[in-house]
């Protein structure tokens, strides 16, 4: 069945230092990859998306890369500050289907 | 700013007492979701409406139900919320009910049960 891996499902980085967050999923027809940030006692909201015609995509602070044929999607944060501490949650969708799969999350945890 | 509001933002209910929370967008879009959440797991769908077309996740309980009056307003409709029903609820919209395009979330309610 569909099924989004998420790992770590906490991470701990300095201030300033690099946060990668990886997702692995199962359904090779799948062609949509967001990443949702959500804040404590807010609702998700979309930080990066790919798309599987796209290998990386970047923008300022925050990168995601796509590997189609390791099935897995990365999401880099570089230059970490505090306000990016937060619960990151991964996706992946199609196009066919309305739902998105979601990845159980990973709490990050931005320290001074 | 065009966007999803949610009211209210907290709700505290009694066990067995019907509750209603309210999400309105101003997005314009077809679809409007209704997910439950949980200490910080990922949102679980429970519906979604498609212009007028209410599509229920098979496993949602009977307790919950929606109704979508017009564009802009959806309703969740607790029946007799029990103690396991305690949780943040979220709405989101999208232009299209596809998995490739974004949803857009509202702030959430938080629903206590006594």
């Known amino acids: 069945g569909e099924n989004v891996e998420q790992h770590p499902s906490t991470l701990s980085v300095q201030e300033g230092d690099s946060a990668v967050i990886k997702c692995t999923y199962s359904d090779s027809a799948s062609n949509y990859f967001p990443w949702y940030k959500q804040e404590l006692g807010k609702g998700p909201q979309l930080i990066i998306d790919i798309r599987s015609n796209v290998g990386e995509k970047k923008d300022q602070r925050i990168a995601v890369t796509l590997n189609k044929t390791a099935k897995h999607f990365s999401l880099h944060i570089t230059e970490t500050q505090p306000e990016d501490s937060a619960v990151y949650f991964c996706a992946e969708g199609l196009g066919s289907n309305y739902q998105l799969i979601w990845g159980a999350g990973t709490k990050l945890i931005i320290k001074p | 700013d065009a966007m999803v509001i949610q009211n209210p933002r907290y709700q505290v209910t009694q066990f067995g007492k019907p509750v209603t929370l309210s999400c309105s967008q101003t997005l314009n879009h077809n679809v409007m979701y209704w997910y439950q959440q949980k200490s910080s797991q990922a949102p679980k769908l429970l519906f979604h409406y498609y212009d007028k077309d209410f599509n229920n996740e098979a496993d949602t309980p009977d307790n919950f139900q929606s109704r979508r009056p017009n564009t802009s307003f959806c309703f969740l409709d607790i029946r007799s919320p029990g103690l396991g029903d305690a949780a943040m609820y979220l709405c989101?919209?999208?232009?299209?009910?596809?998995?490739?395009?974004?949803?857009?979330f509202g702030p959430g309610t938080r629903l206590t049960v006594t």
């Open positions: 989101a919209t999208s232009p299209e009910p596809q998995g490739s395009v974004e949803q857009y």
